[in-house]
T-cell receptor, first 116, second 115 residues
Framework: AQSVAQPEDQVNVAEGNPLTVKCTYS??????LFWYVQYPNRGLQFLLK??????LVKGSYGFEAEFNKSQTSFHLKKPSALVSDSALYFC??????????????FGTGTRLLVSP | DSGVTQTPKHLITATGQRVTLRCSPR?????VYWYQQSLDQGLQFLIQ???????AKGNILERFSAQQFPDLHSELNLSSLELGDSALYFC??????????????FGSGTRLTVV
């Protein structure tokens, strides 16, 4: 089965500094990878995806992610963190069955805290 | 507003009780997914419906059931509630029973607290 792992429960960074939220994946075949963000009392919001093409994917709110096939990683990055980026971040991978059924499998989430 | 509506936003109930969570998908979306988010297990897929028919089940307990109605709204029924059922329950929708290029559209969730 397809899976993703987020090794850090929490990441702390000072405002203005670069941030990285880590994600590694385990898939058979080509991975479809996603990052979502969850703000307090809100649903998950799509940030970006990797399906094919350039290894550096740009998304919403200035976030980007780097797909690394040799390291099976899909880390989320931002050059300069904002306090408003503080939220819960989820990495996800498409799980596709032979029946054609597809679902998203999520990591356990990483809480990002950006201090002023 | 994502277009996916979940009600109620908060629910507090006692152990042993039964509750119903409701989800209205985004206009035009035929597929509905239910996920459970708990502190210790992250987001777990429960069940998927497409155009009124159950398509797949995940880690859904036998005490839980769901359905999708002709108007495409979906209900998740949780019965014989236990303390461990306390969680945030999300509904997501998509047009087809596949993952759109931009992922699912999620509702804001129903927070269930069992006391």
């Amino acid at each position: 089965a397809q899976s993703v792992a987020q090794p850090e429960d929490q990441v702390n960074v000072a405002e203005g500094n670069p941030l990285t939220v880590k994600c590694t994946y385990s898939v058979s075949g080509n991975p479809y990878l996603f990052w979502y963000v969850q703000y307090p009392n809100r649903g998950l919001q799509f940030l970006l995806k990797y399906i094919t093409g350039d290894n550096l994917v740009k998304g919403s709110y200035g976030f980007e992610a780097e797909f690394n096939k040799s390291q099976t990683s899909f880390h989320l990055k931002k050059p300069s963190a904002l306090v408003s980026d503080s939220a819960l971040y989820f990495c996800a991978v498409r799980d596709r069955k032979n029946t054609g059924f597809q679902k998203l499998v999520f990591g356990t989430g990483t809480r990002l805290l950006v201090s002023p | 507003d994502s277009g996916v509506t979940q009600t109620p936003k908060h629910l507090i109930t006692a152990t042993g009780q039964r509750v119903t969570l409701r989800c209205s998908p985004r206009s035009g979306d035929l597929s509905v997914y239910w996920y459970q988010q708990s502190l210790d297990q992250g987001l777990q897929f429960l069940i998927q419906y497409y155009n009124g028919e159950e398509r797949a089940k995940g880690n859904i307990l036998e005490r839980f059931s769901a359905q999708q109605f002709p108007d495409l709204h979906s209900e998740l029924n949780l019965s014989s509630l236990e303390l461990g059922d306390s969680a945030l329950y999300f509904c997501a929708s998509s047009v087809l029973p596949t993952i759109p290029v931009y992922g699912y559209t999620f509702g804001s969730g129903t927070r269930l607290t069992v006391v």
